[in-house]
């Protein structure tokens, strides 16, 4: 019986052991307590069991990546699929050793009879190797290894459950055999982490200094600017690429870190989210501060921005993300392999891997994780956030 036939069979049992009880209550004609409190856990199992299937199914993709980054080509192309990370194993009966060691086929048989070379599991490890133009890491046998002419067709071969980093390390350094230049993930993920930090403080300060104009300062027109800034949200972005694209152009600023930074550092979300949120701190601690003699820009960062940190982490982690996963103008205002950002230089991992999806699972997976964890990290600040922003 499959892992999806026993959980249906669960809650088959616990759905009609429920349903079973109300009836049973409905038809002694029992109208008080206890038969409401039947109905009521029936409604209550109904609702968390939804709730529950919609998780698993919004979950599914994400655990679908992880387990086939561990799988080899060939698992991960198998049908049915195989829901656990695992790996074809091939055996080869070694007469000298006794025993069957598990060996790697360094080649493909082409036609039926040709013997393959293949060499044992553990000589296999990441070394440089000169191809002749250049230098890359790439996995190879160890040369002192013992080499096996074999019929794969005759090698004992098994699917086994094992997590095997392997695909991880292919990933990582595949881009350096790249015609497109030799830059491997690190430099993508350098990239991304430092444009979208620098982005990010200089929006959360520029957003903090209008978010306060607009909350507690009174000035002449202030709901009509207000409301011209959130009718900016209605131009599409896609308008606004070609004469940002010229004006980098002019500026001298294409294919540099400036081109990444410089065009991100407003933003009217975040004006938004900060001024619904900075209404909420009482007007009495401005008062205060007058009789203590602070200004406007103290007041700001001093007493304002502590009160107002569930905010700054939320809009933070919007704007991180937003930048950690920007496509379309990091494509266009770069050129150069060493200025690809982590989404570029995954979408010309996706062009060049071609159909190793085990690879492109493990490319996806690095690029997701350290978001993910950020997010379980800020995400008790996150939730307040949300919750408090427009409250009074």
């Given at each position: 019986?499959?892992?999806?036939?026993?959980?249906?069979?669960?809650?088959?049992?616990?759905?009609?052991?429920?349903?079973?009880?109300?009836?049973?209550?409905?038809?002694?004609?029992?109208?008080?307590?206890?038969?409401?409190?039947?109905?009521?856990?029936?409604?209550?199992?109904?609702?968390?069991?939804?709730?529950?299937?919609?998780?698993?199914?919004?979950?599914?993709?994400?655990?679908?990546?992880?387990?086939?980054?561990?799988?080899?080509?060939?698992?991960?192309?198998?049908?049915?699929?195989?829901?656990?990370?695992?790996?074809?194993?091939?055996?080869?009966?070694?007469?000298?050793?006794?025993?069957?060691?598990?060996?790697?086929?360094?080649?493909?048989?082409?036609?039926?009879?040709?013997?393959?070379?293949?060499?044992?599991?553990?000589?296999?490890?990441?070394?440089?190797?000169?191809?002749?133009?250049?230098?890359?890491?790439?996995?190879?046998?160890?040369?002192?290894?013992?080499?096996?002419?074999?019929?794969?067709?005759?090698?004992?071969?098994?699917?086994?459950?094992?997590?095997?980093?392997?695909?991880?390390?292919?990933?990582?350094?595949?881009?350096?055999?790249?015609?497109?230049?030799?830059?491997?993930?690190?430099?993508?993920?350098?990239?991304?982490?430092?444009?979208?930090?620098?982005?990010?403080?200089?929006?959360?300060?520029?957003?903090?200094?209008?978010?306060?104009?607009?909350?507690?300062?009174?000035?002449?027109?202030?709901?009509?600017?207000?409301?011209?800034?959130?009718?900016?949200?209605?131009?599409?972005?896609?308008?606004?690429?070609?004469?940002?694209?010229?004006?980098?152009?002019?500026?001298?600023?294409?294919?540099?870190?400036?081109?990444?930074?410089?065009?991100?550092?407003?933003?009217?979300?975040?004006?938004?989210?900060?001024?619904?949120?900075?209404?909420?701190?009482?007007?009495?601690?401005?008062?205060?501060?007058?009789?203590?003699?602070?200004?406007?820009?103290?007041?700001?960062?001093?007493?304002?921005?502590?009160?107002?940190?569930?905010?700054?982490?939320?809009?933070?982690?919007f704007l991180f993300l937003g930048n950690w996963n920007a496509l379309l103008?990091?494509?266009?205002?770069?050129?150069?392999?060493?200025?690809?950002?982590?989404?570029?230089?995954?979408?010309?991992?996706?062009?060049?891997?071609?159909?190793?999806?085990?690879?492109?699972?493990?490319?996806?997976?690095?690029?997701?994780?350290?978001?993910?964890?950020?997010?379980?990290?800020?995400?008790?600040?996150?939730?307040?956030?949300?919750?408090?922003?427009?409250l009074k």
């Amino acid at each position: 019986m499959s892992g999806i036939q026993i959980v249906g069979l669960l809650f088959l049992l616990i759905n009609g052991g429920l349903f079973f009880g109300w009836l049973v209550q409905r038809m002694s004609g029992d109208r008080g307590g206890a038969s409401l409190r039947m109905t009521r856990l029936l409604g209550m199992a109904l609702v968390y069991e939804a709730l529950l299937i919609g998780a698993v199914f919004m979950f599914l993709p994400f655990y679908w990546m992880i387990v086939t980054s561990f799988k080899d080509s060939e698992t991960a192309l198998t049908f049915p699929p195989v829901w656990t990370p695992s790996r074809n194993q091939y055996l080869y009966e070694d007469s000298e050793a006794g025993r069957d060691i598990s060996v790697r086929l360094l080649g493909i048989q082409r036609s039926e009879g040709e013997l393959v070379t293949a060499v044992p599991e553990s000589a296999m490890d990441f070394r440089r190797v000169d191809t002749g133009e250049f230098s890359v890491t790439r996995e190879t046998p160890d040369e002192n290894a013992p080499r096996y002419q074999v019929d794969p067709t005759q090698l004992s071969q098994d699917i086994v459950m094992r997590i095997d980093g392997r695909n991880f390390m292919k990933a990582w350094y595949a881009p350096e055999a790249a015609t497109r230049g030799s830059v491997n993930f690190g430099r993508y993920f350098w990239v991304s982490f430092f444009t979208g930090i620098l982005s990010t403080a200089g929006t959360l300060l520029t957003s903090a200094l209008a978010a306060f104009a607009f909350a507690k300062m009174s000035f002449p027109g202030k709901g009509l600017f207000f409301y011209i800034v959130l009718l900016t949200m209605m131009v599409p972005g896609q308008v606004l690429l070609i004469p940002n694209f010229l004006t980098l152009g002019t500026l001298g600023w294409l294919d540099t870190y400036l081109a990444l930074i410089v065009p991100f550092l407003a933003s009217v979300f975040t004006i938004f989210l900060m001024r619904q949120f900075f209404m909420t701190i009482p007007d009495d601690l401005w008062d205060a501060a007058q009789i203590d003699g602070t200004g406007r820009f103290r007041f700001l960062w001093q007493i304002v921005a502590p009160l107002s940190k569930p905010v700054f982490i939320t809009a933070g982690i919007f704007l991180f993300l937003g930048n950690w996963n920007a496509l379309l103008w990091p494509l266009i205002v770069t050129s150069s392999p060493e200025m690809r950002t982590l989404m570029v230089g995954l979408q010309t991992f996706n062009e060049e891997a071609g159909s190793e999806f085990e690879l492109l699972m493990a490319a996806s997976t690095m690029a997701v994780l350290p978001v993910v964890i950020l997010f379980f990290l800020l995400q008790r600040f996150f939730i307040q956030g949300i919750a408090r922003t427009g409250l009074k």
